[in-house]
């Protein structure tokens, strides 16, 4: 292992860290909130034996599994990357962190790494939660969609924060207007330009669909896989090129 | 070992006149020295040191460290580096923010626990450790900032106003630190206000204003280094000034004298006792430096 390898990861530790007591202390309050309403809904059904097996209880289980992750998954990926960037810029950080013999980009990217990996943990710890008092839920599909989200939407938040120190605003902004434009987009006429803006634009909607089959334990179109992964992965890609290039103290 | 090379820099922001930090200043500083930087604030000394590290790109001309790009040279070498203004999670601990610091650093982990304990001692910040950053006060705060860059041996050091905020023995202490860090590989760089500080502890200072160069003054040593004293004698008046070619009363009854330097002052003095004026005290009133920035740096 060489010198600057087994550097990066002792600071991994630190990355992780940080990942867990600051950036997700919000996202764990969450969750566990989350999690205990959970409880507190479903508990006049826990009481009738062999509910969580009957398809009813099936079906209640996955209802309040996929509820509980519209509500973390996204406020997860968003708490825990909004300002990652910019906020080394803005506060100063960046003097003591890069006056060290460290890449900028590698910096980052092992930070971004960091966080994705409490995140998944975060959330597949709520699905493992919920299942143990309901019934077992597809933590594994639970992770690969916190996962892919944070890939998607924690690569465009890094992006404008690695351009702007307005990234948290941005990123709402930009999903929002897609979910909006997906939504009014079918309905417009052939050569309309929102046919043709909707197609830079994240694909949410595969995500949505990605959500639902490992939800329901069922396997993904690979077009979407790629989809996301590729958007998600351009823009962090963009974000890094950016750290390099950029000036850091503006 | 520092090369700047007719840089300059220019902001550009949105709105608002777009303002030269910095216009053709160029300076190298061999491997081994000692250089200040001073000038009024704003002046660009920040902008400068900014470019040094790679945090900014120059609109004109080079920076080079070691012959390389200042960042390609800080990603691999690193640079022991106090910013004048200092930020770190408030949340930190001393020692975790120096062993966290220490590793992005560089330190070997078999070596971290004692390069650690060491920069804690050298700034005396032993009973401090265990703080969060959030509970240290100001000159506290900018002992830990020190104490980071001190933890790996690097062959370039900046300090950017490195005492401020230091009370008048850690500022006393600060000093004899930086006497400690000299050696003959490691180039040093210190902007600061105070021209005290830099006289006592560079070979050369920089004086820039607006940006731009306006002179370098090399510090032969801290027996030339004042060229006009206070004087006050308890009888004997007129004797003293008999010994001095420039010698002027002040309102608070002080003589006020000017000479060549510490030897001729030590001349005046001795012949000015044995005439039988009698001395209670010396004070250097400005020293060399003090009035090369004076000249240098007009309002």
């Not at chain 1, 590698?106 to 995140?119: N, P, R």
């Amino acid at each position: 292992m060489t010198d600057r390898s087994s550097r990066w990861l002792a600071y991994v530790r630190w990355q992780l860290l940080d990942s867990l007591w600051q950036r997700f202390a919000l996202p764990f309050a969450i969750a566990a909130m989350l999690v205990v309403f959970t409880f507190i809904a479903v508990r006049p059904q826990s009481v009738t034996p062999g509910f969580w097996t009957s398809p009813d209880g099936l079906r209640l289980s996955a209802i309040e599994l996929k509820q509980a992750m519209m509500m973390f998954i996204p406020l997860a990926v968003l708490l825990g990357t909004n300002g990652m960037v910019s906020q080394d810029r803005q506060k100063g950080h960046y003097r003591f962190l890069f006056s060290k013999p460290v890449p900028v980009p590698a910096f980052y990217a092992v930070a971004w790494l960091a966080h994705l990996v409490v995140a998944v943990a975060l959330a597949a710890l709520m699905a493992a939660a919920i299942g143990w008092y309901t019934t077992p839920q597809p933590v594994l599909g639970v992770a690969m969609a916190c996962a892919l989200s944070f890939v998607l939407l924690g690569g465009l938040t890094v992006l404008f924060s690695a351009l702007t120190n307005q990234d948290g605003a941005l990123v709402i902004v930009v999903w929002l207007g897609t979910l909006l434009a997906r939504q009014v987009e079918p309905a417009m006429d052939a050569g309309h330009w929102l046919h043709t803006a909707v197609r830079v634009l994240p694909p949410t909607h595969r995500l949505d669909a990605m959500r639902e089959a490992w939800y329901a334990s069922q396997p993904v179109a690979l077009h979407d896989l790629w989809h996301v992964l590729a958007y998600g992965g351009a823009c962090l890609a963009l974000a890094l090129l950016a750290v390099r290039k950029l000036p850091l103290a503006r | 070992m520092i090369a700047f090379r007719g840089v300059g820099r220019t902001y550009h922001p949105l709105l608002g006149k777009r303002v030269r930090a910095v216009d053709d200043f160029s300076l190298e500083v061999a491997a081994g020295e000692v250089v200040g930087i001073a000038g009024p604030n704003g002046a660009g000394k920040t902008t400068l040191i900014a470019m040094m590290l790679g945090f900014l790109a120059p609109s004109d001309g080079a920076v080079r460290l070691d012959g390389q790009a200042p960042r390609a040279y800080v990603e691999r070498h690193g640079v022991g580096y106090l910013p004048e203004l200092m930020a770190l999670p408030p949340f930190w601990r001393v020692e975790g923010a120096l062993r966290r610091l220490g590793t992005l650093a560089g330190v070997p982990a078999a070596g971290l626990e004692a390069a650690v304990n060491d920069a804690i001692e050298r700034v005396g910040l032993g009973e401090h450790r265990r703080k969060s950053i959030k509970a240290l006060s100001k000159g506290t705060f900018q002992r830990l900032g020190l104490a980071q860059a001190l933890l790996r041996d690097s062959r370039v050091l900046v300090f950017d106003e490195p005492t401020h905020g230091l009370d008048p023995v850690w500022s006393s202490r600060f000093r004899d630190l930086v006497d400690g860090l000299r050696r003959p590989d490691r180039t040093i760089f210190i902007a600061s206000h105070n021209l005290d500080e830099l006289e006592r502890l560079c070979h050369r200072v920089a004086i820039i204003d607006h940006g731009r160069l306006q002179r370098i003054v090399s510090i032969s040593g801290a027996g030339q280094a004042a060229t006009a004293w206070l004087i006050r004698v308890a009888d004997g008046d007129s004797r003293l000034a008999a010994h001095f070619a420039s010698c002027e009363r002040l309102a608070d009854g002080a003589w006020l004298v000017r000479a060549a330097n510490n030897d001729a002052l030590n001349a005046g003095l001795a012949a000015a006792i044995t005439a039988g004026a009698r001395v209670t005290a010396v004070v250097p009133h400005e020293s060399s430096l003090e009035h090369q920035f004076r000249e240098a740096v007009r309002p």
